[in-house]
């Protein structure tokens, strides 16, 4: 068996979100008690669409900011910038041609990112998954938390993953380079996001809480201050009755259960156990309760954030650092694609 690493990343295009928090950065740092984890700033990315320069650098920044900010122990685990470890550029290439015309056509999210105007989009845009398996398979990583959005392109880099171990196969076993029969890739498994895996906006609840949501009100910036935060939720979308006492009580009414899912999420307990304390009371009294719990939660990773971001050279000597260490795990696996595939 392959030795347990979680591989993530998020891309430096937006301030992070309350959605970001609860439905990953939660659980990637849980997940540090029990596998080897490896946190990347995905900007190779973030450039499959235009980025303007100074804020594609201030964002990667920020995004290594909130990482470590909500909770990613540098002594622990490994938190790089992707375009410093030249290995995923490398990779990619690799998986380019491993992976079939007929895969990358059948991926959804780039007809939606691409939109009607698909002759226009960017050729990354279109290899944008095969680049996530590069970055994935580059650390033999076992274990992938990922979003709704992202489940086929893991599904991808398993494909990609199997068939360079069958089209190699004679090469990896002359070489001992197998894991038993399992092959020289693993092949990746999905994991469940956190304690609230899809949290939606506070101005619809039937949309996902999204940096691209032009309204500023639909979501909660991990920079925002304590009054903003209080803003945002008395002005949260609700309906007029009282909150349930049971979570059925819930159906057919997605901004009521985003709220009590969002402090379920903060508080780390289930949705039934909210609604045991608050159901039959009227949603002021929750939404004032839930004031208070987000800003205990938030504003201390805010103010962390704050205090990381004055010190620039401190985030750079993080991601330095981080690079070296993710380089010394993707060399030699590099290296051994390389042997394999005859270069
Ligand atoms: P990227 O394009 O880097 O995936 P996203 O902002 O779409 O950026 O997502 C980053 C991470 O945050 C992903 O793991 C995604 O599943 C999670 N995420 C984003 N929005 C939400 C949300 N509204 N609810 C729960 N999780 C979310
Ligand atoms: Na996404």
Same mark, same amino acid.
């Given at each position: /068996? ?6 993530? !990343? ?74 410093? =470890? ?57 274990? =992938? ?33 197998? /894991? ?72 057919? *009414? ?10 379920? !999420? ?7 156990? =909210? ?19 987000? =800003? ?28 070296? *260490? ?18």
């Amino acid at each position: /068996t392959f030795h347990q690493r979680v591989f993530s !990343g998020m891309q430096p295009t937006s301030t992070l979100h309350l959605g970001n928090y609860l439905g990953a950065l939660t659980n990637w740092v849980a997940m540090q008690q029990t596998h080897e984890c490896i946190y990347c700033v995905v900007d190779m990315h973030a450039i499959t669409m235009w980025q303007d320069p100074a804020d594609l650098k201030r964002a990667i920044r920020e995004v290594t900011a909130a990482y470590v900010a909500a909770g990613i122990d540098t002594k622990k685990s490994i938190i790089f910038n992707q375009s410093q =470890v030249s290995g995923h550029a490398e990779l990619a290439w690799i998986c380019n041609c491993v992976a079939r015309l007929g895969w990358m056509n059948r991926m959804t999210q780039f007809k939606e990112k691409a939109g009607k105007d698909r002759e226009n989009a960017s050729l990354g845009l279109y290899a944008y998954p095969s680049l996530m398996a590069a970055d994935i398979l580059l650390y033999k990583a076992t274990h =992938v938390p990922v979003g709704e959005d992202q489940k086929q392109h893991l599904e991808l880099t398993r494909d990609i993953a199997q068939k360079f171990n069958n089209d190699f196969a004679t090469e990896i076993a002359e070489r001992n380079l197998g /894991t038993g029969d399992l092959g020289f890739f693993p092949l990746p498994e999905p994991m469940t996001q956190g304690p609230a895996p899809r949290v939606m906006s506070l101005r619809d609840g039937t949309k996902k809480m999204s940096k691209s949501d032009p309204s500023d009100y639909s979501r909660i910036n991990l920079t925002d201050d304590a009054e903003t935060i209080a803003q945002k939720v008395r002005k949260a979308k609700t309906d007029a009755e009282a909150l349930p006492s049971e979570e059925k009580g819930l159906e057919g *009414r997605p901004e009521a259960e985003n709220l009590v899912g969002i402090y379920a !999420g903060l508080e780390g307990v289930t949705k039934a156990q =909210v609604l045991s304390q608050f159901g039959g009371g009227q949603f002021s009294g929750f939404k004032a309760a839930l004031v208070d719990l987000a =800003v205990a939660k938030l504003a201390p990773i805010a103010g962390e954030m704050r205090r990381l971001l004055a010190e620039p050279a401190h985030i750079d000597a993080i991601l330095g650092n981080g690079a070296e *260490r993710a380089q010394a795990i993707a060399a030699p696996i590099l290296a051994d694609v390389k042997d394999i595939i005859g270069f």
